[in-house]
């Protein structure tokens, strides 16, 4: 008998639905709303709004694509938190109606475990238990993972997330959103050491990243008034020098992780996974360090729903089953 899952993610500003099949994702429709980037951020309301656009067309065309009807379906399953409210809401809404109306059950997914377990969509998987450093723009934790559903975070930001904090120092050099992965582009063709920026010091596993953006704004300021064209003619370096600062941050801490551990299966995961300095520091580190690592494909780390799929599969077999008076939790934690 086949296990046929439709999964739905809209947690910020990405409508997408998945098809799962026993555990084999059939598909992976990810619609993106470009209307913020000119407001240089995520609106809420904007957001919200269009989900609710969007959320049918998504839905029917990942069906087609997996040539899946709704009555192969086995459950739904959604993104629950955390997120925005009013885009969390139009996913959930839109799943428990679905599978009221189908009369299947309903699967409630944390959207950071689904980050960490988008490694099992395909092989090669982590061995449990591994650590995972799950990066995005509104978290970064260091998480222990025992089982496919047991996980525990280690260690995680006390004010900003990374993804953040790449977005808006790219925000105070004139860069679009997201800024993230323009500095990305940019540090490619800059100097690393060419500049310096105070860092924020936090005891134990976690992280603070306010205090490297203030001291970036700072040293813009500063810079800016002796030369107003100080950035355009140094976009390059300065991209290279904040994104090396703020991957050294990341890893420091990976690192006292695994030593205190003593876990060699080390992976990354959410959005800034895509950051391709991360993903070169990660591999040299792995090098010094003798790790194991693992990082997802490119349309695995930004917000879709086949990692949705995928947790949704791993908690049918445990019959963990949600209520259809399910709320959704923008501030829900793993």
Same mark, same amino acid.
């Given at each position: 008998?086949?296990?046929?899952?439709?999964?739905?993610?809209?947690?910020?500003?990405?409508?997408?639905?998945?098809?799962?099949?026993?555990? !084999?994702?059939?598909?992976?429709?990810?619609?993106?709303?470009?209307?913020?980037?000119?407001?240089?951020?995520?609106?809420?309301?904007?957001?919200?709004?269009?989900?609710?656009?969007?959320?049918?067309?998504?839905?029917?065309?990942?069906?087609?694509?997996?040539?899946?009807?709704? !009555?192969?379906?086995?459950?739904?399953?959604?993104?629950?938190?955390?997120? #925005?409210?009013?885009?969390? #809401?139009?996913? +959930?809404?839109?799943?428990?109606?679905?599978? *009221?109306?189908?009369?299947?059950? *309903?699967?409630?997914?944390?959207?950071?475990?689904?980050?960490? *377990?988008?490694?099992?969509?395909?092989?090669?998987?982590?061995?449990?238990?591994?650590?995972? *450093?799950?990066? +995005?723009?509104?978290?970064?934790?260091?998480? $222990?993972? /025992?089982?496919?559903?047991?996980?525990?975070?280690?260690?995680?930001? @006390?004010?900003?997330?990374?993804?953040?904090?790449?977005?808006?120092?790219?925000?105070?050099?004139?860069? @679009?959103?997201?800024?993230?992965?323009?500095?990305?582009?940019?540090?490619?063709?800059?100097? +690393?050491?060419?500049?310096?920026?105070?860092?924020?010091?936090?005891?134990?596993?976690?992280?603070?990243?306010?205090?490297?953006?203030?001291?970036?704004?700072?040293?813009?300021?500063?810079?800016?008034?002796?030369?107003?064209?100080?950035?355009?003619?140094?976009?390059?370096?300065?991209?290279?020098?904040?994104? !090396?600062?703020?991957?050294?941050?990341?890893?420091?801490?990976?690192?006292?992780?695994?030593?205190?551990?003593?876990?060699?299966?080390?992976?990354?995961?959410?959005?800034? +996974?895509?950051?391709?300095?991360? $993903?070169?520091?990660?591999?040299?580190?792995?090098?010094?360090?003798?790790?194991?690592?693992?990082?997802?494909?490119?349309?695995?780390?930004?917000?879709?729903?086949?990692?949705?799929?995928?947790?949704?599969?791993?908690?049918?077999?445990?019959?963990?089953?949600? @209520?259809?008076?399910?709320?959704?939790?923008? $501030?829900? /934690?793993?």
């Amino acid at each position: 008998m086949s296990i046929n899952i439709l999964a739905i993610e809209s947690s910020c500003d990405e409508t997408s639905a998945s098809v799962i099949s026993n555990g !084999k994702v059939l598909d992976n429709i990810i619609v993106t709303q470009k209307i913020h980037e000119q407001y240089g951020g995520v609106v809420p309301e904007l957001a919200s709004r269009a989900h609710q656009q969007q959320i049918v067309p998504v839905v029917h065309n990942a069906l087609d694509k997996a040539k899946i009807s709704l !009555k192969d379906l086995n459950a739904i399953a959604f993104t629950q938190g955390p997120g #925005l409210l009013g885009a969390l #809401l139009v996913g +959930s809404s839109f799943a428990k109606s679905l599978a *009221l109306g189908l009369d299947i059950p *309903l699967i409630a997914v944390n959207h950071m475990q689904a980050h960490i *377990l988008a490694h099992f969509i395909e092989d090669p998987a982590p061995s449990f238990p591994f650590l995972c *450093l799950t990066v +995005s723009g509104g978290h970064t934790q260091i998480v $222990r993972i /025992t089982d496919h559903l047991t996980m525990t975070v280690l260690g995680q930001t @006390k004010d900003d997330a990374v993804g953040e904090a790449f977005d808006k120092c790219a925000k105070l050099m004139g860069l @679009k959103y997201p800024g993230g992965p323009l500095i990305d582009l940019y540090a490619k063709s800059g100097n +690393s050491d060419k500049f310096n920026f105070s860092k924020s010091s936090m005891p134990a596993l976690d992280y603070s990243f306010s205090g490297i953006k203030t001291s970036f704004l700072y040293f813009i300021q500063n810079q800016s008034q002796k030369n107003e064209n100080f950035v355009e003619q140094n976009i390059n370096d300065l991209s290279a020098s904040i994104q !090396k600062h703020l991957i050294d941050m990341l890893l420091e801490k990976l690192i006292l992780a695994s030593n205190q551990e003593g876990i060699k299966e080390i992976a990354i995961a959410g959005g800034v +996974s895509a950051n391709s300095g991360l $993903r070169l520091a990660l591999s040299e580190t792995a090098k010094r360090e003798n790790w194991n690592i693992y990082i997802p494909k490119f349309e695995y780390c930004t917000d879709n729903a086949a990692m949705i799929a995928i947790t949704a599969h791993y908690k049918y077999l445990h019959k963990n089953f949600a @209520k259809l008076n399910t709320t959704a939790q923008p $501030r829900m /934690t793993i």
